[in-house]
């Protein structure tokens, strides 16, 4: 029912740029806050960036000034645009919607590498 699809994963040089999307279905969009998260292997999930339903942004201090989230209500989608990005980048995102529930979505593999 519930569905959070992410897509633009890839590899990328550092210093090079990608854009997330994760498409929603299944939940009223324009009510749930929406986030990235990421992880790697034997590391715990951390968080990236969110931005509510009033577009309120939130970012981690590894990340603020160089990704940038938004969402689109009429497309159901938020976009996470990540510039001059490191190899420590390197990680599997996820999508996540919040409200009275959590939902995840299937994560994208994000790969920075020479």
């Known amino acids: 029912q519930v569905q959070l699809v992410e897509s633009g994963g890839g590899l990328v040089q550092p210093g090079g740029s990608l854009r997330l999307s994760c498409a929603a279905s299944?939940?009223?969009?324009?009510?749930?806050?929406m986030g990235w998260y990421r992880q790697v292997p034997g590391k715990q999930r951390e968080f990236v960036a969110s931005?509510?339903?009033?577009?309120?942004?939130t970012y981690a201090d590894f990340v603020k000034g160089r990704f940038t989230i938004s969402r689109d209500n009429a497309k159901n989608t938020v976009y996470l645009q990540m510039n001059r990005l490191k190899p420590e980048d390197t990680a599997v995102y996820y999508c996540?919607?919040?409200?009275?529930?959590?939902?995840w979505g299937q994560g994208t593999q994000v790969t920075v590498s020479s």
């Open positions: 996540n919607a919040y409200r009275d529930n959590e939902y």
């Open positions: 299944g939940i009223n969009f324009n009510i749930f806050n």
């Open positions: 931005i509510t339903r009033v577009q309120t942004t």
